[in-house]
């Protein structure tokens, strides 16, 4: 690794070449300018055995854009060149479409959608397969030339899953996996068909290239560069064992893996490239803030649920994981949504009563009329659908708003009056106050909403970069106000509450991750033992 040849990257960016096909009104950002020449610079390296890169840019700062630049200019450089492949979550591919309408001289034939009713149409019919590929298990096939005429392919990890062998067939000119860290699990087959895809140059475009381990890493480069990271296991003894265990020699190997990855890798932070972007201030983020002490239900309810977990242990010592699980799940609901553990039937009662018990339901409403008298707009956060429907019921009740929820089954494909982006356009359009409920894990990335400058995470993920990603819905390039975050943490009488060890230990770990190679530790069961 440290002897590696790199010659090729002494010119680490090189010089831009705007492409033809880029509007002639569209301005890139200077951090973007460099983006597509570093992009350039590393697509012409092919000829040095580069091929691909890591674009990791920070949340916010365009890698849609410069990845689109990318491909345009190579559509144009190479004669007769082969369509690009650009995979991504399905809420993704709409504002892929989106910037390629706002940004590129491109016609809709141009673009071809390979999900939704477009899929079924490039699709082989059952009577057309071959019998020997019947026989081998293919069942899903696209007809052959399907991406013929076409400059951009987008598509689904799901489809790209389903109909490997098809996309795997093509030559494709330049392939990017957005949102990559979907494929970061090496057993995963969305992952193989990932790396089963043949591309003169394959793009991993994230924000957050190490979510849980180093292992992300590698498979990452496993992906755009094979072979350069080694086998995982031998990574693993290299340097995860190192880098994660907090060995002694771990700088050293940071420092060495570092050195080996940087030609490969662009990361950009948006304080470091944004004079412009106004400020990120986080009013609950730390363990004290919005400290909120547990009503009498909530304590009552919390101290039954501990004495459940014990008797379930002396009856069976053997039932440990399940049974710690079980508790931290019952007790996060306690904090969050106690009306739910207490009664069956919480969502048709007044939302008095979930007043009286939830005082973060209270504390919520309080801090919404401050936003209210200010005229802006706030997103809410959570991922668990009772409480979006109470959170809904209690702001229609106090302000007399409809606040959208947007989850899981919201429907994503443009068009339709409640597909989600609409819902969202809706809510950034409309002037004034406003309130927008949404799912960390569904609606987590992939969104654009700089209307909302207050960011409210009413319940946190156990992984700090998950967390980053949502409230970077609303801080990103185009928001001109400052961001306030907040989350609000139920607290013990007298002891420490599952919250508010969430709290700590997503404070110790966003501070671990603040370096991309130290690894963002997704916060384990076994770290709440204490508490019980």
Known sequence: YEKAEVEWSSDAVGKLVRANAVRPDVALLPHQDEGVAWLQNRYQARASGVSGCLLADDMGLGKTLQSLC?????????????????VAPVSLLENWKEEIRKFLDWTDTDVLSLYGPELSACRLSASALDPDLVELGVRKLLRPGFERGRKVVLTTYETLRDYEFSLARVGWGIVVCDEAQKIKNPAAFVTQAAKALRADFRIACTGTPVENSLADLWCLFDFFQPGYLRSLNEFTKTFRTGIEGDEDSRQELVATLRQAIQPWVLRRMKVDVSKDLPRKIEQGAEPSGDALAMSPLQARLYASAIEE????KESDPRSGGNAILQLLHRLRMI???PMAVAHADHESRPITEHLQASPKL????????????????????????DIQRIVQKSVAQRFGYHAQVINGSTEVRAGSDTSRQRLIDRFQQAPGFGVIILSTTAVGFGVNIQAANHVIHFTRPWN???????????YRIGQVRDVYVDCPTVVGRGFESFEERLATLLTTKRQLSSDMLAGTQEVTASEFASLV
Do not use: M
């Open 335 to 337: 904090c969050a949504n």
């Open 70 to 86: 990318l491909i345009a200019w190579h559509i144009e450089q190479v004669q007769g060149a082969a369509p690009c492949l650009v």
């Open 464 to 474: 700090p970069a998950k967390e980053d990603q949502a409230t970077d819905r609303a």
């Open 309 to 312: 977990y014990h008797r379930i």
């Open 362 to 385: 209270r504390w919520l409403l309080e801090r919404l009329a401050h936003i209210q008298s200010a005229g802006e707009k706030a997103i809410v956060f959570t991922e668990f659908r």
